[in-house]
């Protein structure tokens, strides 16, 4: 073994071979640590990486690059959505790991980053995503005899609990049905709330798909927002999604006057009467959020006054939460609610109903406590969930 030659600036180092150039002469590489102890164990791993089929010409790569490769090359398959899904965990959750190189990256850096999301609240779902780019990312360095194991396969992912979803109160629901015909979001929302649809499949609905004769909405595309702003249609996820929604009374009512004054084939088009943008989407809803807010009774904030909330604002998903909340209370049958909602798991509805069960349950031992005690309760306005 060569003798470890010390610098003048008190580096030791040492010159390994690691191939032949193209004229049969040597190629080394160099390798610089502080002790001759230090300088034996890089040595010692640098060969063993050689061993194993690391190119050196690739030593120096990064996580970025190949992170970039991995975002915008390596999957031609994968859609526009999924695509900029892995940008934006890469630009937003994994940014730190960026500049490390391959050679450096441990388990403890990965783990570092979800166990802060973990603590900042995000979903199990998320960090879950988080975890297989980053692995992905790594098994693309083995595929390329850069690494010889991926470091990040044993991070863990913390289990955390879910956010509890609120179906609309009492005054929500009151306030939505008695302004809706005052903005164009108006009757997208009474569908999601009579009929249960996901934002995507209200956003693909045509008039074509609302069967006034049958009383039936046909439920067979969604819409999804792709990179650059784009929306494309595209089949449900599952067989499940694919479905007819009964058309109850006062939804039928409201459907047939909008059907009139439709000047476009969606029912839920932009303001010129095309599909929705992301964009679009977004202003629309502020906009509605807005305008509930004025007719609860708020107010926007000036230079003498502060804003008024007079109504908290709501997601989409809350309509359809709300949807199924009401058929619970309805005595709607769980197979039934099913398949109106297009889950393609049973259990996912049997979670909403039994928590709403178990809600109503402890609602009535409130109420009869307070009897016993000779008190009067007040029931509380809306239940919570961990649904989808």
């Not at 969606?266 to 906009?287: E, H, I, Q, R």
């Not at 979670?351 to 000779?374: F, V």
């Amino acid at each position: 073994m060569a003798r470890a030659k010390k610098r003048l600036d008190g580096l030791y180092q040492r010159c390994v071979t690691v191939g032949r150039k193209a004229d049969g002469r040597p190629e080394r590489k160099v390798i610089y640590a502080h002790t001759q102890k230090e300088l034996e164990e890089k040595v010692a791993e640098y060969k063993e990486k050689l061993s194993n089929g690391m190119l050196p010409i690739h030593e120096n790569a990064t996580f970025g690059e190949f992170a970039e490769l991995l975002c915008k090359e390596y999957k031609p398959t994968i859609s526009d959505g999924v695509r900029k899904q892995y940008v934006s965990i890469c630009n937003n959750h994994l940014s730190e790991l960026k500049h490390m190189r391959l050679t450096e990256l441990r388990n403890a850096h990965l783990q570092t980053i979800i166990n802060r999301m973990a603590r900042n609240g995000y979903s199990t779902k998320l960090m879950s995503h988080v975890k297989q780019v980053a692995s992905q990312v790594l098994r693309l360095a083995q595929d390329n005899d850069i690494l010889v194991r991926n470091v990040f396969e044993r991070v863990k992912v913390p289990s955390v609990k879910p956010t509890k979803r609120l179906p609309l109160t009492e005054e929500q629901i009151d306030l939505v049905k008695k302004t809706y015909q005052g903005h164009r979001m108006g009757v997208p929302v009474m569908v999601m709330l009579y009929a249960g649809l996901r934002r995507g499949e209200l956003l693909a609905l045509q008039w074509t798909d609302v069967d006034f004769e049958k009383r039936v909405i046909r439920v067979w595309r969604s819409l999804a927002f792709e990179a650059k702003n784009q929306a494309r249609i595209k089949n449900p996820k599952t067989a499940a999604g694919t479905r007819e929604v009964p058309i109850v009374d006062p939804l039928y009512d409201i459907l047939t006057e909008a059907k009139k004054k439709a000047a476009s084939i969606m029912v839920c088009p932009s303001a010129k009467g095309t599909l929705m943008t992301d964009t679009a989407w977004k202003t629309s809803w502020d906009s509605y959020m807005h305008y509930l807010n004025i007719q609860a009774g708020g107010r926007d904030a000036s230079r003498s006054n502060p804003k008024v909330v007079a109504m908290e604002p709501f997601t989409p998903h809350q309509l359809r939460h709300t949807f199924i909340t009401m058929c619970h209370e309805a005595g709607v049958d769980v197979k039934v609610t099913q398949e109106i909602a297009g889950h393609a798991d049973i259990h996912t509805t049997l979670m909403i109903y039994t928590h709403l069960t178990n809600a109503k349950r402890d609602e009535g031992i409130r109420t009869l406590n307070a009897h016993l005690l000779g008190k009067a309760v007040k029931p509380k306005s809306g239940t919570q969930d961990n649904s989808k």
